[in-house]
C-alpha cells in the first residue's frame, strides 16, 4: 500500500518545478485604469503598456465612465438573481437586441464574461455520442466547454481544412460541432472562416465562431469576422466578447432564434449565475455606439500595425504573420523569453512573455498587443527597442 501524499509538500515541489521550468505565473498591480501609460505597484515610473486587449482604447473613455454611472445611479449596482428569476432587466433585453442587430443575427444572449459563454454553449448543443472538431490552438475556454460537453473532442492541426474534412467525413456522430476562434489569440492569424461555414453546411454541422478579438475591430464599422467574410447561415452561432475592444465587461452569443431559445433553457453557466449587474448593458449600449462610430478609431490602429511590422529588422526571433493588433515575436525559450521581457520592462515598455501551456513547447513568445489609443512614437520606441536588444542578444 503506497503511502499518502502531502499536498502541502506536493505544492511546495510542484512550485519549485515550475521556477526552474520559468512557468511559474505571477500578477502585476497595476495602479491606474487601463491605457497605454500604465503605472505598477512594484516600479516607481510609469510604463508604456502593449499588453491590454483594449484594442479601440476605450477601456478608460470617459463618455463610458459617465455612461457607468448614470447605470449605476439608474439601476443600481446589483442585479439580485439570474436572468431567470429576477435579474434580466429591460437594459439588459435592450443590449441583447442591439447586440443582434449590430453582428446581424436573429438574436443574442448576454453571458458575464466569454469564458462561461464558451462553456453553456457547447454542454447545451451536443453531448455524449456527438463531435466537435476544434482547431488545436483554439482558446482555453473552447477548450474546456468541449471537455464539459463530453462529446468526442477531435482537435485539427491549425486552420488545416483538408485535415479537418477528413475528420468530418469519418465521423459517425450524429451531431457535428466545428468550433474556431476567429482571430487566435496567442498568433494573430485569421481563421478561414468561410471556407469552415462551407465544410459545415456540407455535413450538417454547427459552426460555432469565437470573435473575442474580432468584434469591433474587423468588418464594416467593427461588426466582426462574420461581416469581415460576408457570411450568414443559420448554422453560425457567434460569440463576442465585451470586455476587449468594446472596453467593458462581458459576452454575448447570437444565432438563429431557436439556438438563443435553447440555451435560455439548457446553458448551465447562463442559468445558474447571477445576472450581470444592469449598470454594465447600460455602458455596453454606448459602447456599441463608439465601436459603430469608430472609423477613425480603426484607421488609427490599422496604421499602427503597419507601422509595426514595417520597422522591425528581427533575425533570429519570428514575428508571425498577422494583421490584426496581435503581433507575436516567438523567440522560444522560455527562460530567454522573460529576460527579454525584463530588458523591455527596464526600459519602460510593458510586453509580456507568454510560455506553455498557453503556447507549444519551444514557442514561447512576447504577445504584443497594439491599441488605438497608442501614439506612433510609442510604437516606434518598442520597435527600436526590440531590434536593439535582439541585437545585442548572444
Known sequence: MSEPIDPLLELSAGLADLDEAGLRRRRRVVTTPCAPVAGLADRPDPVIAFCANDYLGLAAE??????????????????????????????????????AR???MDDALFFSTGYMANIGVMPALVGRGDA????KVNHASLVDGALLSRADLIRYPHCDLAALAARLAASTAPRKLIVTDSVFSMDGD??????????????KAWLLVDDAHGFGVLGPQGRGSIAHFGLSSP????????????????AFVAGQRDVIEWLVSKSRSYIFTTGAPPLIAHTL????????????????????????KAGLRLTRW??????????????????????????LDAEGLWV??????????????????????????????LVATLNRLESSRP
Not at 68 to 88: K, M
Not at 190 to 203: Q, T
Not at 237 to 249: D, E, H, N, P, R
Not at 285 to 308: K, M, V
Open 62 to 99: 470617459p463618455t463610458l465612465a459617465a455612461a457607468a454611472a448614470a447605470g449605476a445611479q439608474a439601476w443600481g449596482v446589483g442585479s439580485g438573481a439570474s436572468h431567470l428569476v429576477s435579474g434580466h432587466y429591460a437594459v439588459h433585453d435592450e443590449l441583447e437586441t442591439r447586440l
Open 102 to 104: 449590430f453582428v446581424g
Open 132 to 135: 466537435i472538431f476544434a482547431d
Open 190 to 203: 485569421l481563421a478561414p472562416l468561410p471556407e469552415l461555414l462551407a465544410l459545415a453546411e456540407a455535413h
Open 235 to 250: 448554422r453560425l452561432i457567434y460569440m463576442g466578447t465585451l470586455g476587449k475592444a468594446a472596453g467593458v465587461s462581458g
Open 285 to 308: 449600449l454606448s459602447a456599441l455606439d463608439l465601436i459603430e462610430h469608430g472609423d477613425a478609431r480603426r484607421a488609427h490602429l490599422n496604421a499602427l500595425i503597419a507601422r509595426f
Open 318 to 343: 519570428q514575428l508571425l504573420p498577422s494583421d490584426t493588433p496581435i503581433q507575436p515575436v516567438v523567440i522560444g525559450d522560455n527562460h530567454e523569453t522573460l529576460a527579454v521581457s525584463r530588458a
Open 352 to 381: 509580456p512573455a507568454i510560455r506553455p501551456p498557453t503556447v507549444p513547447k519551444g514557442a514561447a513568445r512576447l504577445r504584443i498587443t497594439l491599441s488605438a489609443a497608442h501614439r506612433f512614437d510609442q510604437v516606434d520606441r
